[in-house]
């Protein structure tokens, strides 16, 4: 959570003292996020196991037969756009 270039700013323009309360902060958070996340993951997969076993598994053929539609559906607009503005 710790942007370089704006802690390059913050401590050539206000001062070391900000830049590092700013590091600081922002390195913290990333840690307590990333401890947060670590321990919530194992119920997101749960979560996502128990929906699968409810609802049933999604098919291969559903799947694959979506992911070509849409892959059509976005070719279809590109070609359309490049026609549009064709000169």
């Keep these: 959570m ?3 270039i704006a802690l390059g700013l913050l401590y050539g ?11 600081g902060t922002g ?3 990333a840690i307590i996020a990333g401890w947060i ?3 919530v993951w194992i119920y997101v997969i749960l979560g ?4 699968a ?8 053929g559903t799947a694959a037969s979506s992911i070509s ?11 359309g756009f490049s026609l549009k503005y064709r000169r």
Excluded at 13 to 23: D, E, F, N, Q, T
Excluded at 53 to 60: A, D, L, S, T
Excluded at 69 to 79: C, N, P, V
């Design 27 to 29: 390195l913290s958070i």
């Design 37 to 39: 996340i670590g321990r």
């Design 69 to 79: 539609l849409s892959r059509r559906a976005t070719d279809l607009f590109y070609e």
């Design 53 to 60: 076993v409810i609802h049933g598994f999604v098919p291969e």
């Design 13 to 23: 323009l206000p001062g070391w003292k900000v830049a590092a309360i700013y590091m």
């Design 2 to 4: 710790v942007n370089e």
């Design 48 to 51: 996502i196991a128990v929906g």
